[in-house]
C-alpha cells in the first residue's frame, strides 16, 4: 500500500502519523509512506535578492520543523518512510503528489471546522477532496484510534460508490487491523412526508406502520444485498445496521457512538457543489470526530 502523509507540524497532522504508526497490521506489510511538507513560494523579488542557495537552506529548515519529528515517529513504529518537501500551494501540491506517484491513499488531519466554514477560509483538506480522486482518510481530531482492530463502518446506498467503497476496504483490510469488526450502514426513509388529504383536506400518513417497515426492508436490501455480495465473496461477513431519518445526521450520530473509522463512498463532486448541494459525506465530515476515509469515483 502506497500512503502519502503530509504534514505541517500541527497537532492535527501528529494525529495522522500517529494514525499510520498505530497500525501494527498495516506495518507487517512494509507499505511505501511518503511524508511531505509543502512550504509556500517565496515571492519572486525577495528569491532573487537572497539567492538560489539560501533559499533551498530557508525551505529544508522549515520543512524539517515538521518532516523530522514525523519520520522519527514512523521509524520508531518500524516503518520505513521517505519525506521531501514541496513549494506552491498546498492543496494543489499534495494532489498533484498523489497523482503523480499513484498512491493509494491520502491520509490527512483537519482542525474540524464546518465543512462550509473550512471552505470559505481555504481550508487545506478541503481543497485536496475538491481536486483528486484518490481515496482520503481524514482524521478530525487530535486523538487517534488506540486499538489494532478496529470498528469500522461502511455506508452503503445500492450505488457504485458505496460499492467502491466496500471494494477499497477489502483490498486494504491490514489498514483496519488484523481482525477489524465490519458493519455496513444505510439509512432509509421515516416516509413522514408521505401524507395525503382526505376528504376535509386534512393531511393524513399515506402508509401504515406496516407498510413503512416495508418499504425500509426493502430499501435496506436494495441497498445492502450487492456490499453483502462482495463481502460473502471474500469470506467477510459484516454486521448489519439499518439506520432512519437524514443519512447524515444518522451516520455522524451512529459513527460517535460505535466507530472508529466511518467508510464513504463519494461521487467526487468539489468542496463548494457539495457543500451547497447538501452531499451527506459533507454532512458527515461536519458533523462528526469519527476518521472518515473517503473512497472517491469519477
Known amino acids: 500500500m502506497k500512503i502519502l502523509l503530509p504534514v505541517d507540524g500541527s497537532d492535527y497532522s501528529?494525529?495522522?502519523?500517529?494514525?499510520?504508526?498505530?497500525?501494527?497490521?498495516?506495518?507487517?506489510?512494509?507499505?511505501?509512506?511518503?511524508?511531505?511538507?509543502?512550504?509556500?513560494e517565496v515571492p519572486v523579488r525577495a528569491a532573487r535578492v537572497v539567492g538560489k542557495a539560501a533559499l533551498t537552506d530557508y525551505y529544508t529548515d522549515e520543512s524539517d520543523r515538521a518532516l523530522k519529528p514525523a519520520l522519527r515517529r514512523l521509524a520508531k513504529a518500524g516503518l520505513k518512510a521517505t519525506g521531501h518537501y514541496l513549494v506552491g500551494h498546498p492543496g494543489e501540491e499534495i494532489s498533484a503528489a498523489a497523482?503523480?506517484?499513484?498512491?493509494?491513499?491520502?491520509?490527512?488531519?483537519?482542525?474540524?471546522?464546518?465543512?462550509?466554514?473550512?471552505?470559505?477560509?481555504?481550508?487545506v483538506t478541503n481543497n485536496v477532496l475538491a481536486r483528486t480522486q484518490v481515496p482520503m482518510l481524514v482524521l478530525r481530531h487530535k486523538e487517534t484510534p488506540r486499538r489494532d482492530g478496529l470498528k469500522v463502518g461502511i455506508a452503503v446506498d445500492g450505488s457504485k460508490y458505496g460499492r467502491e467503497a466496500v471494494k477499497y476496504v477489502l483490498r486494504h483490510l491490514a489498514l483496519f487491523g488484523a481482525k477489524p469488526e465490519l458493519t455496513l450502514l444505510h439509512v432509509v426513509s421515516d416516509f413522514a412526508g408521505a401524507v395525503m388529504p382526505d376528504m376535509g383536506g386534512i393531511a393524513l400518513p399515506a402508509f401504515s406502520e406496516e407498510e413503512i417497515r416495508t418499504l425500509q426492508k426493502k430499501a435496506f436490501e436494495a441497498a445492502v444485498g450487492p456490499a453483502r455480495k462482495l463481502l460473502a465473496k471474500a469470506t467477510v461477513k459484516p454486521a448489519e445496521v439499518c439506520l432512519v431519518g437524514n443519512a447524515g445526521d444518522e451516520l455522524s450520530a451512529y459513527a460517535k457512538k460505535k466507530l472508529d473509522v466511518l467508510v464513504m463512498g463519494s461521487h467526487g463532486y468539489g468542496a463548494f457543489k457539495a457543500a451547497v448541494l447538501g452531499s451527506v459525506a459533507t454532512r458527515v465530515m461536519a458533523r462528526s470526530s469519527v476518521p472518515l476515509l473517503l473512497v472517491r469515483h469519477a
Open 14 to 40: 501528529k494525529a495522522a502519523v500517529e494514525f499510520v504508526a498505530s497500525r501494527s497490521a498495516l506495518i507487517g506489510t512494509e507499505p511505501q509512506v511518503d511524508v511531505v511538507n509543502v512550504q509556500l
Open 99 to 123: 497523482v503523480k506517484d499513484d498512491v493509494d491513499l491520502i491520509v490527512m488531519g483537519s482542525h474540524g471546522h464546518s465543512a462550509l466554514r473550512n471552505l470559505l477560509v481555504g481550508s
